[in-house]
Every structure is written in C-alpha cells, then in structure tokens.
C-alpha cells in the first residue's frame, strides 16, 4: 500500500489549494479515504472522508463548508480542495485509508505541509 500527498504550498489567508492523494497497492474502491492534519504542537485531527465505494462524505465540523473531498477512482486518486483558508489551518495534511470512515485507519501517507500566512 502506497499513499503519496501532494500539493502542500504557502498560501494567503483567503486563498486556496488543493491537496491530492495518490493510492496505489490496494483495491481502491474497497476502501475509505480519509484526510487528517497535524499542527504544531497540536494532536493530529481528521479533516474529510470519503467512501469510494459510493461517495459518500464527511467533514470535520471546522470545515464550515470551506473544504471539499473528491475522489477519481480511475485514477486511484482523492483530492481535498481548500477554499477560504485561515492561518489556522496551517498544518501538515495526511491521507489515509480505512474500510470505513471514522473506523481505525490502516495506512498513511507521509503528509503535505499546508501554511497559510495572514
């Protein structure tokens, strides 16, 4: 199993990134895929999930409607679209991936990091 995050950038408060997830090394649509983040000094917290199966999505209620998980299962990929963001979502953003959302998730990635300058 191969979990690789990508798109990670310095960014202004207000603007935008997208974050991709790029699986490999399981059935994909078997699966959940979920996005956490880490910040400094801080615990890491599940961010987004979406079930592959048949799209089903969550968010963390911090999310306000600013975050958007997607998945491309031809490609075998997830993305996380990041609008309007804050200096606190600075953070060190990870994909991972579950049989279901909100259940013990099994493989990581190694993390993008996200700042966000105000």
């Known amino acids: 199993v191969q979990l690789v995050e990508s798109g990670g950038d310095l960014v202004q408060a207000g603007g935008s990134l997208r974050l991709s997830c790029a699986a490999s090394?399981?059935?994909?649509?078997?699966?959940?895929i979920g996005w956490f983040r880490q910040a400094p000094g801080k615990e890491r917290e599940g961010v987004s999930c979406?079930?592959?199966?048949?799209?089903?999505?969550h968010y963390a209620d911090f999310v306000e409607g600013r975050f958007t998980i997607s998945s491309d299962n031809a490609k075998n990929m997830v993305y996380l679209q990041m609008n309007s963001l804050k200096p606190e979502d600075t953070a060190v953003y990870y994909c991972?991936?579950?049989?279901?959302?909100?259940?013990?998730?099994?493989?990581w990635g190694q993390g993008t990091e996200v700042t966000v300058s105000s």
């Open positions: 991972a991936i579950a049989y279901l959302c909100g259940t013990h998730y099994l493989h």
């Open positions: 979406i079930s592959s199966s048949d799209a089903t999505t």
């Open positions: 090394g399981f059935t994909f649509d078997d699966y959940a």
